[in-house]
């Protein structure tokens, strides 16, 4: 996809992001997706260096903590939100900017942008990161192919029905808990972590609370969290396992289960590649040639008719309940 289209819509997955990123040369870490906020799971995904939770937005509302102001702004990447339909992806480099662990490595498209970018203020890290053309490029390279069937309605005006997610990050930072709102006026301090304690802990009580506004039964929200490079985690686990003084049948059951893990991983992100390969594949010659057999056959405008007959049927239904 051209990049002078700007900023592409993508979709919300973690076969996307953890993609995306590895594309932009970023190692050792990957996105999962979350499906509860139990502690088990979490501990199967450790270490966790940061979550990203996207929830239909229903207004401004007040933060759940003071915004950072003093001069720890100066060690927390923050970026003002400038970006359409990139807010996913501002994110989750977020997430990575701020991350200080080991496993991570940027690479050298992402550290040469947090070195560009370091001492600029969040409105004006929010533009470099706009007009970054590699970041645009690899993202765009996620959209759908573009087809006669897509359009722009950037200028069409928005009805009170129409919805708009968005999207923060929550990370710890130096024994705090920060949330990284691109559409706030700077990073907001959720707190301290309390010794020896889980940060995820800390940070669940905030996302229930999110969760809490909307009516039961509403699904409005994802969860996603940026984790270490889990196939290199078992393998290192693997390693370690050799050296451990275990009786050979329980060392032998644990080296099973490790490498039905690992196979696990590579199954999972040969499944993403083949799904990313699809999302981008531009299906508009296929489409073409099956609409010009049905119409061979005689069978297109029937296939129309009975098409358009449950439209209208379904807009009468639609009138009928208000």
Not at 158 to 180: M, T
Request: charged residues 30%; glycine residues 6%.
């Amino acid at each position: 996809m051209s990049d002078s289209v700007g900023w592409c819509l993508i979709e919300s997955d973690p076969g996307v992001f953890t993609e995306l990123i590895r594309e932009l040369g970023v190692t050792g870490a990957q996105v999962e997706e979350l499906w509860t906020l139990d502690s088990s799971l979490f501990d199967a995904i450790k270490p966790v260096h940061g979550l990203i939770f996207l929830f239909r937005w229903i207004g401004e509302d007040q933060p759940d903590g003071p915004i950072v102001r003093d001069s720890r702004i100066e060690k927390l990447f923050f970026a003002k939100q400038v970006i359409n339909n990139a807010c996913a992806t501002q994110a989750i480099l977020s997430v990575l900017f701020n991350c200080r662990h080991p496993d991570i490595e940027l690479g050298t498209t992402l550290s040469e942008f947090k070195e560009f970018s370091q001492k600029f203020d969040a409105n004006m890290k929010g533009l470099a990161l706009s007009n970054s053309q590699k970041i645009r490029s690899v993202h765009n390279s996620f959209g759908r192919s573009n087809s006669i069937f897509e359009f722009d309605d950037t200028a069409k005006p928005k009805s009170k029905d129409d919805e708009a997610y968005h999207f923060v990050a929550i990370v710890p930072i130096e024994g705090r808990l920060y949330e990284l709102d691109g559409l706030k006026e700077g990073p907001i301090d959720l707190g301290l972590i309390k010794p020896n304690t889980d940060w995820v802990e800390a940070a669940k009580p905030f996302i229930e609370k999110r969760i809490n506004k909307y009516k039961e039964g509403e699904v409005h929200f994802n969860l996603m969290a940026v984790v270490s490079d889990r196939k290199l985690i078992l393998e290192q686990r693997l390693l370690s396992l050799k050296t451990e003084e275990l009786d050979e049948a329980t060392k032998i059951s644990e080296e099973s289960n490790i490498r039905m893990k690992i196979a696990d991983e590579e199954d999972k992100m040969k499944r993403y590649k083949i799904e990313n390969a699809r999302r981008k594949h531009n299906y508009l010659p296929l489409i073409v040639e099956i609409l010009k057999l049905l119409a061979k056959d005689g069978k297109l405008v029937p296939l129309y008719e009975r098409a358009k007959a449950k439209t209208l049927e379904k807009e009468k239904q639609k009138i009928g309940k208000v």
